[in-house]
Nanobody
């Protein structure tokens, strides 16, 4: 079992920045892939970015490239999502997801609202 707890969401103006954190209950080096998803009402959850423990390979959705950065602090068992140049369409609940083998674990989500 892996517990994931997100934090860092909030209200920000367009063009602003937020840094989301996802704290894991175990070493993230033992979690194959750490991911950030987001979801808006009536839409499917979509992958934002991920980072693999092996080789630190990262992936970004097209809408995230150049604006969002995923990173991790292995000593703190925490993964971050730095979000810059935020747009109103980035408004969503952001979820952390950890993959261990065939198992996936979700955090409770953190709300990000981009509005003036």
């Amino acid at each position: 079992q892996v517990q994931l707890v997100e934090s860092g969401g909030g209200l920000v103006q367009p063009g602003g920045s937020l840094r989301l954190s996802c704290a894991a209950s175990r070493s993230i080096l033992r979690i194959d892939t750490m991911q950030w998803y987001r979801q808006t009402p009536g839409k499917q959850r979509e992958l934002v970015a991920d980072i693999r423990s092996a080789g630190s390979t990262v992936y970004y959705a097209n809408f995230a490239k150049g604006r969002f950065t995923i990173s991790r602090d292995n000593a703190k068992n925490t993964v971050f999502l730095q979000m810059n140049s935020l747009k109103p369409e980035d408004t969503a609940v952001y979820y952390c997801h950890g993959v261990v083998g065939e198992d996936g674990y979700w955090g409770q989500g953190t709300q990000v609202t981009v509005s003036s």
